[in-house]
């Protein structure tokens, strides 16, 4: 099996961008590829921010719309989500996660419990 790691978290100013990347090797075939955030410190768990299906479908949650795009690129085996218009509330813990072998998850996409493999995580916060 696989490793999924994560990197590019950081502190960065509202309105900025930012791009967060996980190496997927041994997940980048025919599995839904993930980004979820979680809010260090809140009970709530973690929401699905954007995935990509095995088909190349993108979803998003209506939050991010327009400001994230989830990037899978299968010749340097990584996820990518680019963060434009950074906000304040889109700080937190973001986690990359695959979900079962050739199984597509549709309007499921962001339930965290579809996923059973996941990163360590990547961190940053937003100043205004």
């Known amino acids: 099996q696989g490793q999924l790691v994560e990197s590019g978290g950081g502190s960065v100013q509202a309105g900025g961008s930012l791009t967060l990347s996980c190496a997927a090797s041994?997940?980048?075939?025919?599995?839904?590829l993930a980004w979820f955030r979680q809010v260090p410190g809140q009970a709530r768990e973690r929401e699905g921010v954007?995935?990509?299906?095995?088909?190349?479908?993108?979803r998003y949650a209506d939050s991010v719309q327009g400001r994230f795009a989830i990037i899978k690129d299968s010749a340097k085996n990584t996820l990518e989500l680019r963060i434009g218009s950074l906000k304040v509330e889109d700080a937190g813990m973001y986690y990359c996660?695959?979900?079962?072998?050739?199984?597509?998850?549709?309007?499921?996409?962001?339930?965290?419990?579809?996923?059973?493999?996941w990163g360590q995580g990547t961190q940053f916060t937003v100043s205004s």
């Open positions: 996660a695959a979900g079962p072998y050739d199984q597509e998850l549709g309007k499921y996409w962001h339930s965290a419990a579809e996923y059973a493999f």
């Open positions: 041994g997940y980048m075939n025919k599995r839904v």
């Open positions: 954007a995935a990509v299906e095995i088909d190349g479908t993108t």
